[in-house]
């Protein structure tokens, strides 16, 4: 069975999808969640799943031996980030090489980068007048969302939306989509 890591900075619903996805069967399972916030809900879903939970610092995570580390003791196959904020290390990026893989609420390589995340996100889609949206799922390099795309899955931007109404139907397509794309990776 494979091994999934699931990095999480904030609520955690994509982690306990996954984790409850993959629950389901018997190829892949969400071995532990790595979080960098001690205030974030992921922790709480992490207990309630009964899956271990790893909190670290910004010093932990830019040195990375460490997770480096326990990650390999875990025998992880796959780390996947959902909702995690925080640029990937090269150091963490080289020891998991083509096995790192990352959802953006967003058409890449628009809307990308440094503080393109959430609501910001979202805003910044309604702002440009853009007819169109979606998730990217791409593998992680040392630059913020410029990894390989594995999937781009599109919705429509109605005139009405709110960066409310647009972020739940992108989050739908997380959803959909997110568990799908990892099993064919591994």
């Given at each position: 069975m494979k091994q999934i890591a699931v990095f999480a900075s904030g609520s955690g619903s994509n982690a306990e999808h996954l984790a409850v996805t993959f629950a389901?069967?018997?190829?892949?399972?969400?071995?532990?969640i790595y979080c960098n916030n001690p205030k974030a809900y992921v922790i709480q879903r992490a207990a309630k799943l009964n899956i271990p939970l790893v909190l670290f610092t910004r010093a932990e995570f830019a040195d990375a031996e460490s997770l480096i580390r326990d990650l390999q003791a875990r025998q992880i196959d796959l780390i996947v980030l959902?909702?995690?904020?925080?640029?990937?290390?090269e150091t963490l990026t080289r020891a998991f090489a083509g096995r790192l893989v990352n959802i953006h609420p967003a058409l890449l390589p628009k809307f990308g980068g440094k503080g393109m995340y959430g609501m910001a996100v979202h805003k910044a889609v309604l702002d440009a007048g853009e007819k169109e949206s979606g998730i990217t799922i791409h593998l992680i390099d040392e630059v913020y969302d410029r990894g390989k795309t594995l999937l781009q899955v599109k919705c429509p931007v109605l005139p009405d939306d709110t960066p409310e109404s647009l972020a739940e139907r992108v989050h739908q397509l997380e959803y959909s989509h997110f568990p799908g794309a990892i099993e064919k990776m591994l």
């Amino acid at each position: 069975m494979k091994q999934i890591a699931v990095f999480a900075s904030g609520s955690g619903s994509n982690a306990e999808h996954l984790a409850v996805t993959f629950a389901k069967g018997n190829r892949a399972r969400v071995a532990a969640i790595y979080c960098n916030n001690p205030k974030a809900y992921v922790i709480q879903r992490a207990a309630k799943l009964n899956i271990p939970l790893v909190l670290f610092t910004r010093a932990e995570f830019a040195d990375a031996e460490s997770l480096i580390r326990d990650l390999q003791a875990r025998q992880i196959d796959l780390i996947v980030l959902a909702g995690f904020l925080w640029l990937v290390p090269e150091t963490l990026t080289r020891a998991f090489a083509g096995r790192l893989v990352n959802i953006h609420p967003a058409l890449l390589p628009k809307f990308g980068g440094k503080g393109m995340y959430g609501m910001a996100v979202h805003k910044a889609v309604l702002d440009a007048g853009e007819k169109e949206s979606g998730i990217t799922i791409h593998l992680i390099d040392e630059v913020y969302d410029r990894g390989k795309t594995l999937l781009q899955v599109k919705c429509p931007v109605l005139p009405d939306d709110t960066p409310e109404s647009l972020a739940e139907r992108v989050h739908q397509l997380e959803y959909s989509h997110f568990p799908g794309a990892i099993e064919k990776m591994l």
